[in-house]
């Protein structure tokens, strides 16, 4: 039996400047843009790996939610506490300098990691972390 990752899923709050932010200043490419009942799923990936999918979701996709529960999602997102995605990249310090010129809000500038990567950190415009690794040279 063989599982493989197929597609993970980004709350966004605004989908127009995440797709700014993952199509042009991330360089994903756009696979799929739909709206349903009032909701609009963007979804996205690398060229280099067309099976696997980012799906940027309303914070709380579910259209029989609470207003209550809609407001706490709200929340967490406005505070950066929801989790986001670990990218990685053959280039860390050309992934920061290019995601920081598009104007990324930077939570790390690369560095060392005692765990093998290099990695930097920034917040995409919906508050969540993301994080480009590149693993260390032997």
């Not at 990752?5 to 843009?33: P, Q, T």
């Not at 406005?78 to 995605?85: D, E, F, I, M, S």
């Not at 508050?127 to 693993?135: A, D, E, W």
Request: net charge negative; aromatic share 8%; proline share 7%.
């Amino acid at each position: 039996m063989d599982i493989t990752l197929s597609s993970c899923f980004i709350a966004v709050d605004d989908h127009d400047k995440a797709l700014a932010f993952y199509r042009d200043a991330l360089g994903l490419e756009v696979r799929n843009d739909v709206g349903f009942e009032g909701m609009r799923w963007v979804t996205v990936g690398a060229p280099s790996q067309p099976d696997v999918n980012i799906v940027l979701e309303p914070p709380l996709a579910d259209p029989n939610a609470s207003s209550a529960d809609r407001q706490v999602m709200a929340e967490l997102m406005a505070k950066g506490l929801l989790r986001g995605v670990i990218f990685a990249t053959d280039d860390c310090d050309a992934t920061f300098e290019r995601v920081s010129a598009a104007g990324g809000e930077v939570l790390q500038e690369p560095m060392d990691q005692p765990y093998g990567v290099r990695d930097c950190a920034f917040r995409d415009p919906s508050g969540n972390m993301l994080r480009f690794t590149q693993p260390l040279k032997k």
